[in-house]
């Protein structure tokens, strides 16, 4: 089956710093990908959908230029949380979809990152 | 606006069964999906329904009725593993992925 592996699963950081989270899709090709964040007890809100070889689609409220989405190749995004501060400690969680399945196949979710900012 | 109910919270005894309902309106439907989630994982996939109906697989079981804007996740023989976050989402005219706010279901022995 498809599968996406999200790296780091944890990770702690100091204010002011910034922190790559890396979505792979691991036998699958994925033009698109999807970053969610989630609150603890919440749904998931999608952040942004990033496109292979071009610019990231944000949702309404997120600032692209804290949340920085690159989507070099058919098979890695990566999320850059810029200048982090305490309250984007979150757990941030990619997906794909497997197009070659169909559009009606479903998401595919990495094991999320847990990003703690001190 | 775009909205997805489920329950909160939602408690059973093992060994029984459990449904877990999902109301929903939406632009449009292109089908509807069921995750799993356990506390501090990543959502995993339970089932998906575009045509109206049951889809059974396993001990799991989804229904859809598109002209009533309803959906159920069946789960029979609970097992203390079943114990997770159950979200229904729904995928609009657009093929955006709209999320409930998951239904947390309890498990006891």
Known sequence: GAV????????????????????????????????????????????????????????????????????????????TVTSAHPEDSSFYICSARDFDRGENSPLHFGNGTRLTVT | GQNIDQPTEMTATEGAIVQINCTYQTSGFNGLFWYQQHAGEAPTFLSYNVLDGL???????????????????????????DSASYLCAVRDSNYQLIWGA????????
């Not at chain 1, 592996?5 to 999807?34: N, W, Y």
């Not at chain 1, 603890?40 to 959908?49: D, E, G, N, V, Y």
């Not at chain 2, 998951?102 to 022995?109: D, E, N, Q, R």
Request: charged content about 25%.
């Open chain 1, 4 to 79: 996406v592996s999200q790296h780091p699963s944890r990770v702690i950081c100091k204010s002011g710093t910034s922190v790559k989270i890396e979505c792979r899709s691991l036998d699958f090709q994925a033009t698109t990908m999807f970053w969610y964040r989630q609150f603890p007890k919440q749904s998931l809100m999608l952040m942004a959908t990033s496109n292979e070889g071009s610019k990231a689609t944000y949702e309404q409220g997120v600032e692209k230029d804290k949340f920085l989405i690159n989507h070099a190749s058919l098979t890695l995004s990566t999320l």
């Open chain 2, 102 to 109: 998951g239904t947390k279901l309890i498990i006891k022995p």
């Open chain 2, 55 to 81: 889809e059974e697989k396993g001990r799991f079981s989804s229904f859809l009725s598109r002209s009533k804007g309803y959906s159920y996740l069946l789960l029979k023989e609970l097992q203390m593993k």
